[in-house]
């Protein structure tokens, strides 16, 4: 089994701040970002191009309300890393 690591530079303090924040195991993190990453980055970039021309149409794109207050989810019902991820697509979602 290869085994991949990688530095972070100056300018990836957001990086590592949100690694030193993960209480388990990172490489678990960085594997399910890379994942969701391959299955959904083709898409994202789609309805990124869509949105920016219905802009550049005069279109006004709605972006989704967010509650001010997040619904409380049980520990049982979401691992830390999937609510990572659900965070995660959820701003990539509101952009």
Do not use: C, H
Request: cysteine-free.
């Amino acid at each position: 089994m290869k085994v991949y690591s990688f530095r972070t530079n100056k300018e990836d303090k957001d990086i590592e701040d949100l690694l030193e924040s993960l209480k388990g195991d990172k490489s678990q993190y960085i594997k399910n970002a890379l994942r969701f990453y391959r299955d959904f980055g083709v898409k994202i970039e789609k309805i990124e191009a869509i949105l920016e021309k219905l802009e550049q149409t005069g279109i006004q794109v709605q972006k989704p309300l967010q509650s001010s207050e997040p619904e409380p989810v049980a520990e049982s019902e979401t691992s830390n890393d999937e609510k990572v991820l659900l965070e995660s697509l959820e701003d990539i979602l509101s952009l």
